[in-house]
């Protein structure tokens, strides 16, 4: 079976590359999709492409409308959308990913540490699976692919 996954959430760690690299070593071929990574780029795609904004509401409503563009394609084209929650910043975006996704029936694998669960408990609730680690995520996704 050949796969399509969402990676959604947190940008400030290598959990996206240790998927890649755990499914490349299993030699499974799933097609990962993820957001634009750079921070910045993210942050400015408004402005980039459509001018400039005196009010930084306007600034990041811009940007939020473009990568929401993007997002919403990419969950709507995947089988499964994984999101990682982690616990530096608050990830708004990977909650309304999961919400999104769960909206257009997908369904999503969640990963955070245990420390947040709590606050998590509803995201939780609406996933077949919470990971802590990427290397789960990918013994899931080679057991679903045999």
């Known amino acids: 079976m050949n796969y399509r996954v ?45 001018g400039p904004e005196e009010s930084g509401f306007w600034k990041d409503h ?22 990682r929650f982690g616990d530096k910043y608050k ?3 990977a909650a309304f990913d999961a919400g999104i996704a769960v909206g257009m029936g997908k369904p999503i694998i969640v990963m955070h540490d245990p420390e947040i669960t709590h606050p998590l408990k509803e995201i ?6 919470v990971t802590q680690t990427p290397e789960q995520v990918v013994e899931i996704l080679k057991y679903i692919n045999q």
């Open 62 to 83: 811009k940007s939020a409308k473009i990568n929401a563009l993007r997002t919403n394609t990419m969950i709507r084209k995947a089988d499964i959308v994984i999101v």
């Open 91 to 93: 990830q708004w975006n």
């Open 124 to 129: 939780d609730g609406a996933a077949l699976a």
């Open 6 to 50: 969402y990676l959604s959430g947190e940008i400030h760690t290598d959990w996206r590359d240790r998927i890649v690299a755990g499914l490349k070593e299993a030699r499974i071929e799933i097609e990962v999709m993820s957001p634009v990574t750079n921070h910045a780029a993210s942050d400015d795609v408004g402005v980039a492409i459509l």
